[in-house]
């Protein structure tokens, strides 16, 4: 009982590491999981480690300690108008990348038209190719009929 024990200890100690590596990434302004916007909040640290909803509320004294420094975080950006600049600059940011997509895209949806258009004239030809091909086995169906066959051995008996 007491490997089963130091496996839940051990698994609790490396939750407990995320929870401090992802209050550590949401307080620099590095997050992996979760959007750069500057916000931080118990469950925005959960979800920067990665963990299930609600499973950081497990661990009671860490929720204490990042409260303390969500409200000191909170309270020194208060004082400083840097914040705005930054997502001012993200939002730019996003703004020329969704601009730079736009434009990949609408070159994407060019090229599959003009492909698009290269297909349906090609198999337009294909179909008058086809046509004239019939057309002319008609013809040539009609010459055969019209044509009289006459059997050499008609007037010979055996």
């Known amino acids: 009982m007491s490997s089963n024990n130091n496996a839940v200890t051990e698994r609790s100690e490396i939750t407990l590491q995320r929870l401090e590596s992802a209050l550590q990434r949401l307080t620099e302004g590095t997050p992996e999981r979760t959007p750069n916007d500057g916000k ?90 086809l046509f004239e091909a019939l057309e002319r086995i008609q013809q040539l169906e009609e010459e055969i009929k019209s044509i009289k066959v006459v059997c050499i051995n008609q007037g010979r008996q055996p």
């Open 40 to 129: 931080i909040s118990i469950s925005r640290i959960n979800d920067e480690a990665g963990l299930s909803a609600g499973a950081i509320y497990y661990y009671k004294a860490f929720i204490e300690k990042a409260r303390q420094i969500i409200a000191a975080i909170k309270s020194s950006n208060q004082s400083q108008p840097t914040a705005k600049k930054v997502t001012v600059e993200n939002i730019r940011n996003q703004r020329d990348d969704e601009k730079r997509l736009k434009e990949k895209y609408r070159a994407q949806r060019d090229e599959i038209k003009l492909f698009c258009d290269q297909v349906v004239a090609r198999n337009a030809n294909l179909e008058f190719a």
